[in-house]
Structures are given as C-alpha cells and as structure tokens.
C-alpha cells in the first residue's frame, strides 16, 4: 500500500514538473516577442498624477480608465466611508438569498433611467454580464451577429450560448447586412457590438446598425464599457452620441470606469430581458452581490453627472487638444476625434514597450499595447485622456511624446 502511494507522488510530481517546465518555455517565448507584460505597482490613489515603485518622481497618468477624474474624489470617499459604517464591507451572499438590499435596487433604477432603458441588473463586473446575458436569452434557433474587433468578454459570452455565431468584418455595416440577410427566419437575431472600442477608439457606427436592426427586425446590443458617463453631450454614452437614444435594445457597462473606477457591471434593457436574467443568468445567480460601499459611491457618481456635465466638457476639450498636438508632430493616431482613447501606432510590439519606458523616464506613465491584446504587428500606445488633466499636462504629454518620438526616429 505505501509503494503504491510512493508511485502516485512520484507520478504527480513528475507531471507537475512537465508541466511547469513547459509553460516556463512558453513564458520565455511570450519574453523573446517582446511581448511580456510587466505589472508596475501604483504606490498612490488613482488619479491624474500618480506615484510608481522604483520610481523617484509623481508620474502623468495618462493610461488609466479615469475618464472623469473622480477615482480619489473626496465625495466619492465619504461615500464610501458612511456606506461602510452603515452598511458594513459585504454581505456574503448572492442576490436571490440575501444580497440584495433597497440600495442594489435604486442602483438599478437610476442606471436604468440614466439609460432610458425599463430595468436593470448588476453584476460583480461587466465582464459577467456579458458573460451571463448570450446563453440566457439565445438558443439554438436563434443569431447572435457580432463584429470582429468586439471586447473578448463578448466573444466568450456569445461562445456560451446555442445560437448561430456570425462575425461581421469590424465597422462594417455592409457585411453586417449581408449577414442580416442570410439570417432570415430566426427565431431572434442579435446584432452585438462595443459601443466603442477599446484598442482602437472607433466609434460604432449605431445610426446605421439600428437602421439596419429596423428592415430586418433584429435586436441591438452595445457594450458601454468606454462610453456610459463621459461620452455624448451629458455623458449617456454612444447612443447618445450617436442620435439613436431609445433605438439600442441592450447595453451593458461598468461601473468600474468613469463611474468612480471600482468594479461592478450591468445590463440595461426591456423589463422581461432584466426579470428573465434574474432567473437563468448564472454570473448573477453564482456571485456575490457587488459590495454595498460600491453601490453607495455609485450611487454618488450618478448625482454629480445628472447635476453638472462639465467634466463631459473638460474630456472632449482635453482629447482635442491631445490629438491635434499630436498630430501636428506627425505621429499616426487612430479612433474618433471626439473619444479620449488616443492610441498611437508604433507596430512593432518591443518599440512599444521600450517606448513606453522611455516616457516613464520622461514623467509620463503609459503603456504598450501588442500580441495578444491587439493583433500582430499593430502594437501601440493607447492613451485616455482624462477630466482630471489640465491642459498644461496634456500639453507636457504631448512634448513628452514628441521627444521621444523623434529619439527612436518615429517622427521626423
């Protein structure tokens, strides 16, 4: 019995053995592309300026999710300080048991009148609700049409479920019908796209997909992650900006970006598409209810759009500037002019990263972007501009940019 149990511990640990040996070749593989990742560490709040390990100076922040500048807003901290005096850390439980208190629910009514929408629901990020709302409300009888560039948690949301998957080439609204054609006699046909584009800064082209979703009865959704609370004239998101408020049939988004930079999703929709993902959607029904404090401070950030759009403006203003600096310097940018994501081309994946650490040097933290987040020989920059930037930072941004642009002979 005990030679037995020796062979199964010399079995296990030689197939660990492999198996850390093999994925330790994979990691120096990923090393060798240029393509590792490193994870510096943030020493401050989030915020415009930050401080960095190993670094001796503040930094510019200018790659961070912080579209409205209010991470370490002081309001936004007492919020979340009486919600945790008042309502403690968590409450351990899923919504249907005993997690959903009167707060989850007015979170969930003002989200959805921010939206326009009947109802919503909250997930612990907007990852899972897009990860729990394709398989709950598509089956085998149904098309799911999807552009190619959309956010990996659609992808793997839409693998989930039963319905047909089709991919429409990015921004395409030609391929798009074209595919909305060869779907007649669906039972549903779900057009599925990112409001805007995280990688890239494109915009999609909703006027148009809503048009289409109209001649061929299909049903929109959108995912709001970069949009809902800085993009369009108060900040409602790409449907606003757009023209077609009350055309998109489902979004979904975060709280976990410019609504105070936590975590936490949702999905806003028809009543019954809500009361149904109540009953089947497992990510909502398998996790913990997002924290009561989370709630609170949402809750704040909602008052401060609703009230006052000026930090709308100071984004838009801030990215204008930002993309005309650079592109006066002759740097290539891509996106919309009025999105604050700005990312700036560079292709080859080891440029991007020395790159970015050569603006680290020069005061400013960005990041390099390349294989697998963006495809094969598209490496960049991305840059998000922020409401929390002045325009003096912008400008030094720019400068900064400029200089070491022209050291690795990128620009003229």
């Keep these: 019995m005990a030679a037995r149990a020796g062979l199964s511990t010399n079995a296990a640990s030689s197939a660990r053995a492999a198996l850390v040996q093999r994925l330790a070749g994979d990691v120096e593989a990923v090393r060798s592309a240029g393509t590792y990742k490193t994870e510096r560490v943030v020493t401050s709040s989030q915020a415009p300026v930050i401080t960095v390990a190993g670094s001796t100076r503040?930094?510019?922040n200018f790659c961070a999710n912080n579209y409205l500048g209010i991470c370490n807003d002081e309001r936004l901290v007492d919020a979340g300080v009486r919600s945790l005096r008042e309502?403690?850390?968590?409450?351990?439980?899923?919504?249907?048991?005993?997690?959903?208190?009167?707060?989850?629910?007015?979170?969930?009514?003002?989200?959805?009148?921010?939206?326009?929408?009947?109802?919503a629901i909250l997930y612990g990020s907007c990852f899972d609700a897009n990860g729990g709302l394709f398989e709950a409300l598509l089956?085998?009888?149904?098309?799911?049409?999807?552009?190619?560039?959309?956010?990996?948690?659609?992808?793997d949301g839409v693998r989930l479920c039963k319905a047909k998957r089709l991919r429409y080439e990015h921004l395409d609204v030609r391929s798009l019908e074209q595919l909305l054609r060869e779907s007649a006699g669906a039972r549903t046909t779900l057009i599925a796209t990112d409001g805007v584009f995280s990688m890239d800064g494109d915009v999609a082209p909703l006027r148009e997909i809503c048009d289409l979703a109209d001649k061929y009865g299909a049903v929109v959704f959108i995912d709001e992650c970069h949009a809902t609370g800085f993009f369009g004239?108060?900040?409602?998101?790409?449907?606003?900006?757009?023209?077609?408020?009350?055309?998109?049939?489902?979004?979904?988004?975060?709280?976990?970006?410019?609504l105070g930079g936590a975590t936490g999703g949702y999905t806003a929709g028809p009543a019954?598409?809500?009361?149904?993902?109540r009953q089947k959607s497992r990510p909502y029904l398998f996790s913990n209810s997002v924290a009561p404090t989370v709630v609170d401070v949402s809750l704040r950030v909602l008052d401060m759009i609703e009230a006052d759009s000026s930090l709308v403006r100071r984004v838009l203003e801030n990215t204008h500037k930002f993309?005309?600096?650079?592109?006066?310097?002759?740097?290539?940018?891509?996106?919309?002019?009025?999105?604050?994501?700005v990312p700036v081309w560079l292709g080859d994946a080891r440029l991007a990263q020395e790159f970015a650490d050569d603006m680290l040097q020069r005061?400013?933290?960005?990041?390099?972007?390349?294989?697998?987040?963006?495809?094969?020989?598209?490496?960049r920059i991305r840059t998000q501009m922020s409401a929390g930037h002045t325009p003096e930072m912008v400008q030094r941004c720019v400068d900064a940019f400029v200089e070491v642009g022209r050291a690795r002979g990128v620009i003229p």
């Design 363 to 379: 005061g400013v933290y960005v990041v390099g972007f390349s294989f697998p987040v963006v495809p094969r020989g598209q490496a």
């Design 323 to 341: 993309r005309d600096g650079m592109t006066r310097a002759g740097f290539k940018l891509s996106g919309a002019r009025d999105h604050p994501i």
């Design 58 to 60: 503040p930094l510019l």
């Design 233 to 258: 004239r108060t900040g409602r998101g790409t449907d606003e900006y757009s023209g077609v408020r009350g055309r998109v049939d489902i979004i979904n988004s975060t709280l976990g970006k410019a």
């Design 139 to 155: 089956g085998e009888e149904d098309v799911v049409i999807s552009d190619a560039l959309n956010h990996a948690s659609i992808i």
């Design 272 to 277: 019954k598409v809500v009361e149904l993902l």
């Design 87 to 119: 309502r403690g850390f968590g409450l351990s439980s899923v919504r249907f048991i005993c997690g959903t208190t009167d707060r989850h629910r007015e979170l969930e009514r003002r989200l959805a009148r921010f939206h326009g929408t009947e109802d």
